[in-house]
Nanobody, 126 residues
Framework: VQLQASGGGLVQAGGSLGLSCAASGRTFSTYTMGWFRQAPGKEREFVAAITWDGARTYYADSVRGRFAISRENAKNTVYLQMNSLKPEDTAVYYC????????????????????WGQGTLVTVSS
């Protein structure tokens, strides 16, 4: 399984940016997908997750109401729409695949995910 994240860049505070993560393989539609981020000098942290069928979404408190996760199983792609960006959102953003099919347990924990994309840098200027 390969995950390819894209869409990062430089944006001013208050602006918007959309990330995409394309997955290889034929089982994408059976896994919960997540987005995490890692700022310089900090640990990787949970941002958002979406179940395999898109029925449920989960967000970190810091992004709830500003970010939206979605997916298109027909395209093997998960998205993260980021609005009202703040300088503290600056980080490398990673997409990841849950390690268990048809499961949404412990979606906020990095060790729950077994495949990771390479990351895409988001920089928010003040």
């Amino acid at each position: 399984v390969q995950l390819q994240a894209s869409g990062g860049g430089l944006v001013q505070a208050g602006g918007s940016l959309g990330l995409s993560c394309a997955a290889s393989g034929r089982t994408f539609s059976t896994y919960t997908m997540g987005w995490f981020r890692q700022a310089p000098g900090k640990e990787r942290e949970f941002v958002a997750a979406i179940t395999w069928d898109g029925a449920r979404t989960y967000y970190a408190d810091s992004v709830r109401g500003r970010f939206a996760i979605s997916r298109e199983n027909a395209k093997n792609t998960v998205y993260l729409q980021m609005n009202s960006l703040k300088p503290e959102d600056t980080a490398v953003y990673y997409c990841a695949r849950h390690n268990t099919r048809f499961s949404s347990w412990s979606v906020t924990t990095t060790t729950t995910y077994d495949y990771w994309g390479q990351g895409t840098l988001v920089t928010v200027s003040s």
